[in-house]
């Protein structure tokens, strides 16, 4: 399942979201579906949503810019392991499934490449 991770100063996991069918607003008003203390975050500055393609984030015209792997974002697909900087605040993506089929598709070129090296005798 993928899931929003708040990190916190030292870059461990604060908080963590998991990213259903509705859209997740994050800013600093409580109107948001997550609220973060940070003066430098608009009161909604971004979303959070499922889409055919997979999950996007969309900047919501933010004073600051939300930044995805170091560019700015409009609206971005996110990939496994995404930073996210909005304001003073980092958020990783964090998307399981994706992880398993890397680490799947990792496992078969391992055996792959063992099965070419030939047996010593």
């Excluded at 929003?4 to 859209?23: V, Y």
Aim: hydrophobic share 40%; net charge negative; proline share 2%.
């Amino acid at each position: 399942m993928a899931a929003l991770c708040l990190l916190d100063d030292n870059g461990l996991m604060a908080n963590r979201w998991e990213i259903g069918e509705n859209p997740l607003a994050v800013g600093r008003d409580q109107s948001a579906d997550i609220t973060v203390e940070d003066g430098a975050l608009s009161r909604r500055h971004f979303e959070v949503q499922r889409t055919k393609e997979g999950v996007t984030i969309k900047d919501l015209d933010s004073q600051n810019g939300t930044w995805v792997a170091g560019k700015r974002a409009g609206s971005t697909k996110l990939k496994h392991h995404d930073c996210i900087v909005a304001g003073r605040t980092i958020f990783l993506y964090d998307d399981q499934n994706a992880a398993k089929a890397i680490s799947a598709s990792q496992a078969a070129a391992k055996l792959s490449e063992t099965a070419l090296i030939p047996a010593s005798s």
